[in-house]
């Protein structure tokens, strides 16, 4: 009994300093950050642009993504709600330049993370060059550490130009 309580609190004890120290690694990386991931699409800017924008639509073409209810704000910014594996996200369309460019920003303020991806279609001969920019600001530490060291800042991109490829028949390695 006594080395079965022993060994329940030496691991309690190595999952605390586990933690304490992901903690304290975490605490010294930047907050924010901003990363860009591309693909080259064999598709018109205006298939891409038409897809990307089409936000309740996804579902259909994203693994990652459940549900999107598409709202209106009062000042007339499209507001969308992506639910998927990881919950609920809300999100606004704060830029939208008809096939050439659009920006979606976080409008959760308690997710442990925030920011915007940058959206740009580039015609390139017949075919269209996709970019996406997050600009992230990551403020949970433990968060932060696992965004840097397990799954890394481009994880969420990577995932979404993939499935962009996929939608159009494509097999795509983001750049």
Not at 12 to 26: E, N, P, Q, R, S
Not at 98 to 122: C, P
């Amino acid at each position: 009994m006594k080395i079965a309580l022993i060994v329940g609190l030496s691991l309690v004890g190595a999952l605390a300093l586990v933690v304490a120290v992901i903690a304290l690694v975490g605490s010294r990386l930047q907050s924010k950050h901003s990363v860009t991931r591309s693909v080259l699409l064999h598709q018109t800017h205006t298939t891409v642009y038409a897809t990307a924008r089409d936000f309740a639509a996804m579902p259909k073409w994203r693994p990652d993504v459940r549900q999107v209810e598409v709202t209106q704000a009062a000042e007339g910014r499209v507001r969308f709600r992506e639910a998927g594996k990881h919950g609920a996200v809300n999100y606004e369309l704060a830029e939208d330049v008809t096939n050439s460019r659009m920006v979606t920003r976080i409008l959760d303020t308690d997710l442990g993370y925030s920011g915007q991806w940058t959206y740009t279609f580039t015609p390139e001969g017949a075919n269209t060059r996709v970019s996406i920019t997050e600009d992230g600001e990551v403020s949970n530490v433990i968060f932060r550490f696992l965004s840097r060291y397990a799954f890394g800042h481009t994880s969420s991109i990577d995932a979404y130009l993939t499935s962009l490829g996929k939608q159009f028949g494509e097999t795509v390695a983001p750049e």
